[in-house]
């Protein structure tokens, strides 16, 4: 089974509606938990993180992301979005496996917000 | 202060020839990361390298690949007798340590395209 599971490939929605992007883990990975947002053109950039403590991490630009251990997830939320939003959004964990230090990624939810 | 940079940013060869791309991590941070993006796809790890131990090789596709770095400064990959199935985006990021929570800054990435 994958390591990470983001279930939706294209996301388009309208400005200033809500959007979640989805994401579930397996048991191969640590529980340190990531979303990151690649721009066009861009390198990835870290939107939050989940280490341990408040399952609700609020992360930049107004997305927060839960996380759920009994679903094995890490949904990512914003409660009204923006032309801006437009990017990829990459869900990541590292492997729990041996001194596995890189990260293991899902493949990507396009998230397209239409005027 | 700057980011992680990667040269050339996009770098066009024939199949066969050898390609040398470049990751400048961020001063001071001790690890250093190589992915790969391959269009559609999510990133895939390739290889580590946390100071001066031996670099975590695992992800490497075939010995084709191969990654240099010196301390904790430049870090170079090469890639030899370049097939089709290598075109992609080539991702470097740095950390101040290769521990599973640190954050990892990404480069904005080379595109090699080989024909």
């Known amino acids: 089974a994958q390591s990470v599971t983001q279930l939706d490939s294209q996301v388009p929605v309208f400005e200033e509606a809500p959007v979640e992007l989805r994401c579930n883990y397996s048991s191969s990975v640590s529980v340190y938990l990531f979303w990151y947002v690649q721009y066009p053109n861009q390198g990835l950039q870290l939107l939050l993180k989940?280490?341990?403590?408040?399952?609700l991490v609020k992360g930049i630009n107004g997305f927060e992301a839960e996380f759920n251990k009994s679903q094995t997830s890490f949904h990512l939320r914003k409660p009204s979005v923006h032309i801006s939003d437009t990017a990829e959004y990459f869900c990541?964990?590292?492997?729990?496996?041996?001194?596995?230090?890189?990260?293991?990624f899902g493949s990507g939810t396009q998230l397209t917000v239409l005027p | 202060g700057a980011g992680v940079s990667q040269s050339p940013s996009n770098k066009v060869t024939e199949k066969g020839k050898d390609v040398e791309l470049r990751c400048d991590p961020i001063?001071?941070?001790?690890?250093l990361y190589w992915y790969r993006q391959r269009l559609g796809q999510g990133l895939e790890f390739l290889i580590y390298?946390?100071?001066?131990?031996?670099?975590?090789k695992s992800g490497l596709p075939s010995d084709r690949f191969s990654a240099e770095r010196t301390g904790e400064s430049v870090s170079t990959l090469t890639i030899q007798r370049t097939q089709q199935e290598d075109s992609a985006v080539y991702l470097c990021?740095?950390?101040?340590?290769?521990?599973?929570?640190?954050?990892?800054?990404f480069g904005p990435g080379t595109r090699l395209t080989v024909l």
């Open positions: 990541a964990a590292p492997l729990s496996s041996g001194s596995a230090r890189q990260l293991t």
């Open positions: 001063s001071g941070h001790t690890a």
């Open positions: 990021a740095s950390s101040r340590e290769a521990v599973s929570y640190n954050e990892q800054f």
């Open positions: 989940y280490l341990s403590g408040s399952t």
């Open positions: 390298f946390q100071g001066n131990s031996a670099p975590d």
